[in-house]
């Protein structure tokens, strides 16, 4: 099968709430939140679909540069490549966007590469899972997620996790440095036995983390994520010896090449599987099979995708052998999405979809209507 068309859809999705990270507000209840839609259709008439979640607040790519990199730099490149030769499809996307510090666009990358391994799952007759030759599972555990700047309101989040039965936490730090370590203190206090990860997204220098660390050691932490800033590898490595909490790396690590560079640094304990930053789904997966390999941890992360983005990534993790709850917190922040069947949470768990490929369908008339 060869690729005819590749159609793309920018998106602005209605937030229910405000989310932001230490380095700024990444989507809002009046703003919405951008996304990028891919369709990719074959020769036979299959079509495969792939989701970017682009964050200026995150990295450099914009709901903008991702639209005009795919309809003027890869569509055209890729119209005729055969649809399962995947290596070449990304050296094709690789010699279309040079990588500078990081691989060009990946997040724009990442859109196409789940749009043709959609296509390639629903050409075959099979589910994602097994095209990489893994049982299929029905369901998959969230991570709650805590992103506020007072111990009051991260106290009631967590309470309104623990009812809901989620049975992992994902705090987000940095945004009132003064108030993090009571505030991880209100939350491990409402809900004690969930996983509980902390993400600073780059917002400390190393002294910081490191008294931040130890005070995080007496509360009891399961991971603490991204402490420092995205090229400070030595600096990661530093703190890992410092401290007794295991240090993830989520914006360090976005091509095998990182990988491999934070284990020869011993830069981390475990690093972040994320489909969007990584150029997609099969670039994610080689990320965690080498982290594995040097016996690394994975986590399971994501930039509020939608439906789409989270049925692919579920998918991916549960390939990986992911079993900590993972941060799909799409559902949590969007009010709506051009899917047929929304992701829906259910004691803290969101159900997955049984049909071929990523097993999404697209809403046409939902489409039409969220495009800008």
Request: glycine share 8%.
């Amino acid at each position: 099968m060869r690729i005819t068309a590749i159609d793309v859809f920018p998106l602005n999705l209605p937030m229910l709430q405000n989310f932001s990270i230490s380095g700024g507000q990444v989507g809002s209840k009046n703003a919405g939140a951008p996304h990028v839609y891919v369709r990719i259709t074959a020769d036979d008439g299959t079509e495969g679909w792939g989701e970017a979640r682009p964050s200026h607040r995150w990295s450099y790519e914009t709901l903008e540069t991702v639209v005009s990199t795919i309809q003027n730099y890869f569509a055209e490149a890729l119209t005729g490549m055969e649809l399962v030769d995947l290596e070449e499809i990304h050296s094709v996307m690789d010699q279309q966007i040079s990588s500078g510090i990081t691989r060009g666009q990946p997040i724009a990358k990442a859109a196409i590469d789940m749009a043709v391994m959609d296509a390639v799952g629903k050409s075959s007759g099979q589910p994602l899972a097994h095209v990489w030759l893994s049982p299929q599972q029905r369901k998959i555990a969230l991570s709650y997620l805590i992103s506020v700047t007072n111990v009051e309101d991260a106290a009631e989040k967590a309470r309104i996790a623990s009812v809901q039965g989620y049975t992992g936490v994902d705090v987000k730090i940095g945004l009132n440095p003064e108030k993090d370590i009571e505030i991880i203190k209100a939350v491990k206090e409402v809900i004690p036995e969930a996983y509980f990860r902390v993400d600073a997204n780059q917002a400390y220098r190393l002294k910081e983390a490191m008294r931040l660390s130890r005070e995080m050691e007496k509360v009891g932490v399961n991971v603490f994520e991204q402490p420092l800033a995205a090229g400070d590898l030595l600096g990661h490595a530093k703190l890992r010896e410092f401290t007794t909490i295991p240090i993830a790396l989520d914006e360090s690590i976005w091509t095998p090449e990182d990988v491999v560079r934070a284990i020869q640094l011993d830069a981390c304990d475990a690093i972040v599987i994320k489909v969007t930053k990584m150029s997609g789904l099969s670039r994610a997966k080689r990320c965690g099979e080498i982290a594995q390999a040097a016996g690394m941890e994975l986590i399971g992360g994501g930039l509020t995708e939608s439906s789409l983005g989270l049925y692919a990534s579920a998918q991916l993790f549960h390939a990986l052998g992911i079993s900590t709850p993972v941060d799909l917190n799409g559902p949590l922040f969007l009010a709506d999405d051009p899917s047929k069947v929304r992701a829906e949470i259910e004691h803290g768990e969101v159900r997955l979809p049984s049909g071929f490929g990523i097993g999404w369908e697209v809403d046409s008339a939902k489409l039409g209507k969220l495009s800008v």
